[in-house]
């Protein structure tokens, strides 16, 4: 369980504003969508929140400490960050891949204990990737490699997760089952979620609330039923875009 | 990797090295047996097996061992890095200083004693410069670093050109033995195991980050690395390790670039395996290529650099074959 809020945050990258004076708090049990247009500054403001990328203004605290003054690896234990791509060019399998998501977790330095082998397996299980874990990550297809990434977020047992673009690659099923994981875990262990997509039918059927990105560092914020509305829609994303009931869930195509 | 399998590699490389270290002793001009160089290790009788083996083959192979080892755990960290599989201890210049500044005692004709520390303050001196202009500015990227070393060490590469093509001809060869990697002319100290422990044991100490490393920079600060930190202090280790084994014996090739990848084939891709694997396989590696290159054609000698390449190249191969057969 962690406290996290973000005040008067002011982010900018390459002098192109991406948000002026954004405040909100992210409580325990909370999941905030960020929806936007591609380039908009989505992955950079989830950079933000995790001290990658350097805010213009404004602070982010995490229980009632800026994240700055936080050592990395005590950070990493709080937050948590599933990146749209990561680097395959040196070799490793599934499973020491998603063994280094207890990186921050203090552990023995020379080998895995059976406890976290176990964690590991359980793991690839809910994700499907029991059958792969012995394979080299360059031979995993997309979605198998973003299963993998997951699964390493998901042994790091993070208070906030924070998913750039979390159904990258999954086909329907997986898009499902991996956000529903997600929710139980946020359920279960009191954490939050801050998810940036592309996604809008997805954010709309996880997300409690909505930072709706418009550019020039414009941005909506507030409950879903407020802010993911056909003219917000149309703002962000410069398209026409209807609304519709589909089997009792609001959906968004473009026109 | 299991522990079991663990051991088992650990226990074929030390058993390697020991074949290594056996021949190294035992071949050469004058063939002893086992028991000779058993009692002739430690005699003082001033004999001439003794002699052979005192002042000449213990100092050459420890060199050799410690040369080897030293470029393949550079290579390990290097290659993690630069994110490139393809990077060896040399890519970033600090062999091309070396070699400029040797080159440059040799044709001052400055006495053989002057190379090796020529050749060390040639490898610092391109080690910060290619770290001051990779660093300014803010953008510090490995792809910055990458370039910013890779052009260097094309530009040693002219001066070495410039300066092998308007030498007299006496001296070439003794240039040429140097830029292949050779051992014959190492004066071994104590000080020269110094780099090799401290390389290993900070090597060991940050090998877990070393593996998270190896996902990117993102993904390991993210996972609680201290990213810039870790990777200026890895480019220096690696360099001081490179620049420490071409102090010994020029720039031998190959060892730093396929010793890793062999490890890795063979499933030590874990940095807590892979950096002591390193040591051990580097070291027997270059001990079994020295011992080749003094005894081929003798009383001929051949640059051990040259050797390395020549065992290395069909290893490597056969490894690689067997590992694509098996996955």
């Keep these: 369980m962690a406290m996290f809020c973000i005040n008067d945050l002011t982010v900018t990258i390459n002098s192109e504003l991406i948000c002026k004076k954004l405040s909100f708090n992210l409580e325990p049990k909370n999941i905030i969508g960020v929806l936007g247009r591609n380039g908009v500054g989505k992955s950079t403001l989830l950079h933000t929140l995790i001290n990658l990328h350097e805010a213009q203004a404004g602070n982010i605290m995490l229980d009632n400490k800026p994240i700055q003054d936080y050592p990395r690896r005590a950070l990493a234990r709080k937050i948590g960050m599933l990146f749209q791509e990561s680097t395959t060019e040196m070799p490793a399998t599934v499973m020491e891949t998603i063994l280094l998501g207890r990186h921050p977790h203090r552990l023995n330095y020379w080998h895995d204990s059976t406890t976290e082998i176990a964690k590991a397996e359980s793991v690839l299980a809910t994700l499907d990737l029991s059958r792969l874990r012995n394979r080299q990550l360059n031979t995993l297809s997309g979605g198998e490699k973003q299963r993998a990434s997951l699964a390493a977020l998901l042994m790091q047992e993070p208070s906030i997760y924070l998913l750039d673009e979390p159904s990258n690659h999954l086909d329907i099923d997986f898009q499902v089952r991996v956000l529903d994981q997600i929710c139980d875990i946020v359920a279960i262990h009191q954490a939050s979620v801050v998810m940036a997509s592309h996604d809008i039918n997805l954010v709309s059927r996880y997300c409690d609330q909505i930072l709706l990105l418009l550019g020039n560092g414009e941005y909506l914020f507030g409950s879903s039923a407020s802010v993911l509305t056909t003219d917000n829609l149309e703002r962000a994303f410069g398209c026409k875009v209807h609304e519709g009931i589909i089997g009792q869930r609001k959906c968004y195509i473009p026109a | 990797m299991q522990p079991r399998r663990a051991s088992i590699l650990f226990g074929s490389l030390t058993l390697f090295c020991l074949i290594a270290l056996f021949l190294s002793l035992t071949v050469g001009s ?25 002042e000449l083959r213990v100092p050459r192979t420890v060199a050799a061992f410690i040369t080897g080892g030293l470029l393949a755990m550079a290579g390990v960290i290097m290659q993690v890095l630069l994110r490139n599989p393809l990077a060896d201890p040399y890519i970033l210049g600090v062999s091309g200083g070396a070699a400029v500044a040797a080159l440059g005692t040799m044709l001052l004709g400055l006495s053989g004693y002057w190379v090796s520390p020529a050749a060390f303050l040639g490898a610092i001196f391109s080690i910060v410069l290619v770290f001051v202009i990779a660093g300014s500015g803010r953008a510090w990227s490995v792809s910055r670093l990458l370039l910013t070393g890779v052009v260097v060490s094309a530009g040693w590469g002219a001066v070495i050109n410039i300066m092998l093509t308007t030498t007299a001809n006496n001296s070439v060869q003794s240039m040429l033995f140097w830029l292949m990697g050779d051992l014959s002319q190492s004066r071994l100290t104590m000080w020269h195991s110094l780099p090799l422990i ?17 996902r990117g920079e993102m993904v390991a600060a993210a996972l609680g690395v201290e990213v810039r930190t870790t990777r200026n202090l890895l ?11 071409v102090t010994i014996a020029g720039s031998i090739g190959f060892v730093g670039l396929i010793v890793p990848h062999m490890l890795r084939l063979l499933g030590a891709r874990d940095h807590r395996l892979l950096i002591p694997a390193s040591l051990l396989l580097g070291g027997g590696v270059l001990v079994l290529a020295d011992t080749v290159a003094r005894t081929i054609i003798a009383p001929q000698q051949l640059p051990a650099g040259v050797i390395t390449a020549i065992i290395g190249v069909p290893a490597f191969l056969v490894i690689l074959r067997n590992s694509s057969r098996t996955s």
């Design chain 2, 198 to 214: 401290l390389g290993l044991g900070i090597g060991m100490w940050m090998a877990r980050s070393l593996n998270v490393l190896s």
């Design chain 2, 235 to 245: 480019y220096i280790i690696a360099s001081l390790l490179t620049a420490s084994a």
């Design chain 2, 30 to 54: 004058v063939d002893l047996s086992a028991s000779q160089v058993w009692r002739s290790l430690f005699a003082s009788d001033g004999s001439m097996e003794a002699q052979v083996l005192q």
